[in-house]
Structures are given as C-alpha cells and as structure tokens.
C-alpha cells in the first residue's frame, strides 16, 4: 500500500463512521472532541457552542462512542477493520505499544501531522483489537494491541520501568532494563518506556526526564555527556566539534561558549593547556603547584623529583619542564637532599 492510498483510507475511515451517527449535534461532539477537522476541544468549549452543560457533553460523547464501537465490532465499518489490521502489524514490529505520533509517522511514511495524529487515535479508540493510553501529565497518547492488556495494565507496566530506573538511580540501557524485568523481548520494554513523560533516553540509556545525563538541556548538560561519553579528558575544541556532531537538539554553539561554561562548572578540571576532565573520574581543580603540593603532603616521606613529576602526570597533562619549574618555589617546597623534595608546612 501507498503512503497516498494509506492516507486516503484513514481520512475514508473516519467519513464512513461519521456516516452511523444520524444527528448532526452529535457528530459535532465527536469531531470536537477529537479534533477530527480541527483543533480538539473542551467539554466546555463544546457545552458553550452547543447550548448544553459539560456533564451532558460527556454523556452524549460516552453514549455515541458505544454504539461506534458496537458498529464497528459487527463489522458495520469494514474500513476499521481493515486498518486495525493494518495498525497491529505495525505495532508488532514497534514492540507492541507505541506514541501515537510514532505509529502516524510509520503508518504515513512521513511526519504526521496533528490532524493524522488525531484521526488515527479515534479509530483506535474504535477498534476492539487496539488500546488507547490517554494522555496526561506522566503517559504520552499511545495505542497498544489489546491482547497484551488494557489501558490498565499498560499503565503499571509503564509505572514498573519508572519505578526500576528510579530505584538503581542512574540511565540503565534497554538490555540491562529487560534483564531486571520479564518481558519478553527488549523491544516491548523499550516501546513502554517510550509511552512515559517520566523518562528522556540518549543512545538508548534510558534514565528519568530530569537527569541531564540523558536529557541535556544547556551547554553544561552536554559538556557533560560528551565527556562522560569518551571516557577521558579532551581539549575544549574536541568538546565543541563533537556536540556539533552529536543529535543533541540545539547543538549549534561556539567554540567560545563551550570553553566559557568549562570554566565555570565545578564539574570540570582543567588538566592541562584547553584539555578537561570530569571531577568524578577522580581530578581536582588547582594549579600544577597545588597538584605538587598534594602530592607531597600525602606522601609520608620526601619524594624525589622523578617521583613527583610520576604522581603529578597522573592528574595533569603538562610537560615534566612545567613541574620541575613549579617545583623550585622555595616558599611552598623544601628540597631535603639531592632532587629529593618535601612540602614546607613551615611556611604555608
């Protein structure tokens, strides 16, 4: 089937249903309600249009969508039939359960459009073989295959990867989520995780909406994730071409602005000339002579220098003429025997 002639039996699908309701109020609160021509609207923007009250908006809308889906299961509306059909195969290679607006983009072969969205959501709601999660404020709109569970159903299982990703507090990949739970495959684990507003994912670690680590909303967020990414320190420049690289959204930033927001995150060390690290991998912030310093100061016996530059490299990526040079500050180092150096307590 051609993306056309799909778009053409969705738009048909909806006109032949329309058809079963005799009374033109009604089909005016079904088409409103569901945003079917245009925008969706309220029971009480409907009640207002309409001259009646809200409570009675909702009992018309209730009354009409059961006598749709009896319709519908007599097999009135062979249309519904067939792209619920259409719908399932789909679904069953997206993992069982989908966003609607995943399922219209798939279905369309292109961006659906909010209208698509809306059309396809109302022949699910139809369907007997189909299940419509509603939207609010933790589960974006989304059709599943009944068989595999209600609304219900859906939500607690929706609620159960929350709560395991919650619980081991940080990103988990869809693999590590599937080994905790006992789905069947790890693309429904993934499809479900899909359906909460409570969790964001970034290469596929999954992890909760406000954790930046993968849902990063400024420059820090993903400073932070490039370098946690990598796994060792990078020069700022390196840090700016790989964001621009990235599928961050907004990823347009300079060179400038990255090395600006380096300097002032406390989650940032500078290690070396434009080279950071990240402050949980072990470095901390301060000069080389500070770094000299505490590697004396931890040291029970003096070191000799050969052992300090040793140390120091460990969390700087300097030249060994930058230690030694900060090494013969007389102030802060006491050299006790040939090349061999302690720190002065005395005088600091």
């Known amino acids: 089937m051609t993306e056309t002639e799909q778009t053409i039996n969705l738009q048909a699908g909806i006109n032949d249903i329309l058809t079963l309701i005799d009374q033109e109020r009604e089909r005016e609160i079904i088409t409103r309600r569901f945003g079917l021509y245009d925008r969706r609207e309220t029971l009480e923007q409907i ?4 001259g009646i009250t809200r409570e009675r908006v909702r ?3 209730k009354a009409i969508l059961t006598k749709l889906k009896a319709a519908t299961e007599n097999g009135k509306v062979e249309i519904i039939n067939s792209l619920e059909k259409t719908i399932i195969r789909e679904l069953s290679e997206m993992g069982r359960i989908a966003r609607v607006q995943d399922l219209a983009n798939r279905l369309l072969g292109e961006p659906s459009s909010q209208l698509d969205r809306a059309r396809i959501s109302f022949i ?3 369907a007997p073989g189909l299940t419509v999660i509603e ?3 933790n589960y974006f709109n989304s059709v ?3 068989e595999y569970g209600d609304e219900k159903k859906v939500r607690q299982e929706v609620d159960t990867i ?3 990703i919650k619980k081991h507090g940080e990103p988990l990949t869809i693999e590590e989520l599937h080994n905790q739970l006992s789905y069947e495959h790890p693309n429904h684990v993934r499809a479900l995780a899909s359906v909460s507003k409570l969790l964001a994912h ?3 670690n999954w992890g909760l909406v406000k954790w930046p680590t993968v849902n990063p909303k400024n420059i820090r967020d993903k400073i932070y994730v490039i370098l946690n990414e990598n796994g060792k320190p990078m020069h700022f420049s390196e840090i700016a071409k790989s964001i621009k690289g990235s599928s961050f959204k907004r990823k347009n930033v300079t060179t400038q602005a990255i090395h600006n927001e380096l300097i002032k995150d406390s989650r940032f060390v500078l290690i070396g000339r434009g080279i950071y690290a990240l402050s949980s991998w072990g470095f901390s912030r301060g000069t080389v002579s500070d770094i000299i310093a505490s590697v004396l100061q ?3 016996i003096p070191l000799h220098r050969d052992e300090i530059v040793k140390r120091v490299l460990k969390s700087r990526q300097v030249k060994e003429t930058t230690i030694l040079l900060n090494l013969q500050n007389k102030s802060q180092f006491k050299r006790v025997a040939k090349a061999t150096y302690a720190f002065d307590s005395k005088t600091n």
């Open 162 to 164: 929350v709560s395991t």
């Open 124 to 126: 699910a709601n139809l």
């Open 135 to 137: 939207q609010n404020d």
């Open 202 to 204: 970034l290469n596929d």
């Open 59 to 61: 009992q018309l809308e």
């Open 144 to 146: 599943g295959i009944s």
């Open 47 to 50: 009640g207002e249009l309409l």
């Open 298 to 300: 931890e040291s029970p």
